[in-house]
């Protein structure tokens, strides 16, 4: 680790590309072999940037060797869990990693939970120990608990440990959902579904591909994702928090990304700064966007601005890789679709009963891949709905194949609600209400009415808060491209749509709101 000054700041090297073959076997049979490997192979190739902090991938294995010694003085062996609950850091990947070594399973909490959800994940993963930011309060059923600011000194500690001889059918992390509707769920990972994640990715990762990260490290995108970075030798530069456009702008220059990722909401935030235009980044070579819908629009707007292709991924948290788009894609594609199935990755579409519907009918979405989950951790009710005996994860999704194999989401099944006998899939009618140029950001949810049965408000960001689109502007783009009951009946203007930990829009907490306005309304 060392300071970051433009003295020593060193560009990303000259073979960096995006959709190259990856540098190191994803056939190892654990993560410590492949970070292993790596540290022997490009041992000063940078892991990490995180502001005045930089990590090549020998740091990276040495201080988290020393952080796993710790780990076992402090009670945990292998197969232990052990739970990771700070922010985004270099210190989170060092704990990630050590708990590796270690041959313990490593689950990360987001912080921006609750006290009762990160009490119940506590208390159900029966963890030996877990990572806390020096303020958190201990939660109920504490096991031995380690303050972040211990990590600079046990990063540096003389004490090694040796790493652990595992097999790939060990469990190796916990990935727990987000809990908008419930407790949240632990999705468990074999060493070797995250292998296979490698192979499922798609063409984005690239050797030494410099990539922005601006989800939080308890989110699949990194838990799942840490093969794929070691396997292609990529440096992981962390985001600021909070998010502003300002340093992500800053990130984008100064680090020479590649690979660029942001909600739609982060694009248009970025596309209004006004130093974009005079930004070199000619480095840039793949735009990623995900979590919601981005209006074409916006798609081409952003590949402009970039000089390179944007691209849509979909998955979830049972499944680190589903979908995704192609460079080359038409924008059209981009937002009307999430794209075909990754390598190695089977998609079918179901009706209530689980049998396959026609093709371009819409159903359930039901995934198979060596990189699904295995199931939920201690909840073998909730994993015997999900998974069938064959393998296929039964998702909470709808959608359909268009005439090339591309996805067209359909809205999740939690969300689809009945207006006059009518189903409504929200998220047909917000891709539609996302194409008004004055609407930066919509999501529709449905609420209880009289006689009806439900009605829909779309929840609306303005480009121009000055100059919104109107309830009559909206109904009207609906009218024109779909059925008369899919309009919505009400339009409320926000200046940011909620989000949950995950950063996905919280459609429980709009549903929450919608319910409150009815209720004043009377």
């Given at each position: ?7 020593q ?89 050590a ?34 930011e ?45 809990g908008t ?37 308890a ?29 992500m ?32 980044l ?23 601005a ?95 194949f268009?005439?090339n ?14 207006r ?8 047909e ?47 009207a ?43 004043t309304?009377?």
């Amino acid at each position: 680790m060392t300071p970051l000054s433009s003295q020593q700041f060193a560009p990303a090297p000259a073979t960096t590309q995006v959709g190259g073959p990856a540098i190191l076997s994803a056939d190892l049979p654990t993560f410590s072999d492949l970070l292993s490997a790596a540290a022997g192979t490009f041992p000063d190739q940078e892991a990490f940037v995180h502001g005045g902090e930089r990590l090549n991938y020998d740091e990276w294995l040495d201080q988290s060797l020393r952080v796993a010694a710790v780990f076992a003085d402090r009670g945990a062996k292998p197969g232990d869990i052990i739970l990771i609950g700070i922010e985004s850091s270099i210190d989170f990947a060092v704990c990630f990693a050590a708990a590796q070594l270690l041959g313990a399973i490593a689950s990360g909490v987001n912080t921006r939970l609750g006290r009762r959800e990160i009490d119940s994940i506590v208390e159900r993963s029966e963890a030996a120990l877990i990572i806390l930011e020096d303020g958190a309060a201990v939660p109920a059923a504490s096991p031995q608990v380690v303050r972040r600011s211990e990590l600079a000194a046990l990063r540096r500690r003389p004490v090694k440990a040796t790493p652990h001889v595992g097999d790939p059918h060990d469990l190796a992390v916990i990935i727990w959902t987000s809990g908008t509707t419930g407790l949240p769920k632990g999705a468990c990972f074999t060493h070797d579904n995250l292998r296979n994640a490698v192979r499922t990715a798609g063409p984005v990762a690239g050797p030494f591909a410099r990539k922005l990260s601006s989800v939080p490290f308890a989110h699949a995108g990194f838990m799942s994702k840490g093969w794929e970075q070691v396997a292609f030798g990529m440096t992981l530069v962390i985001s600021s928090t909070p998010w502003t456009a300002d340093a992500m702008l800053r990130l984008l220059v100064e680090e020479r990304i590649s690979i660029a990722g942001a909600v739609p909401t982060q694009w248009i935030k970025l596309l209004a700064h006004p130093g974009l235009a005079a930004a070199d980044l000619s480095h840039v070579q793949v735009g990623i966007t995900a979590t919601a819908p981005a209006s074409p629009e916006l798609i081409e707007q952003v590949s402009h601005a970039l000089d390179a292709p944007l691209i849509v991924r979909y998955s979830m948290t049972e499944c680190p890789s589903m979908t995704g788009t192609r460079v080359g894609d038409s924008a059209e594609v981009q937002y009307r679709t999430v794209g075909r199935a990754q390598d190695g990755v089977e998609l079918k579409m179901l009706d209530d009963d689980r049998n396959e519907v026609p093709h371009g009918e819409v159903g359930r979405i039901a995934v198979r891949s060596p990189a699904v989950t295995i199931g939920y951790w201690q909840d073998p009710e909730r994993t015997a709905e999900a998974l069938t005996p064959d393998g296929w994860l039964i998702t909470s999704d709808y959608g359909r194949f268009d005439d090339n194999g591309n996805v067209i989401l359909a809205g999740r099944s939690n969300e689809m609600y009945i207006r006059g006998g009518y189903n409504v899939y929200p998220i047909e009618v917000e891709r539609v209400i996302g194409e008004l140029p004055s609407v930066a950001a919509v999501a529709v949810v449905g609420t209880a009415a009289p006689a009806i049965g439900e009605v829909g408000i779309a929840f609306v960001v303005p480009v121009d808060p000055q100059h919104p689109p109107t309830l009559t502007d909206v109904r009207a783009k609906v009218l024109a491209e779909l059925a008369d009951y899919k309009a919505p009946d009400q339009l409320v203007l926000l200046d940011a749509l909620p989000l949950t930990p995950m950063m996905k829009v919280d459609k429980h907490a709009l549903k929450q709101r919608a319910a409150a306005l009815k209720s004043t309304r009377g």
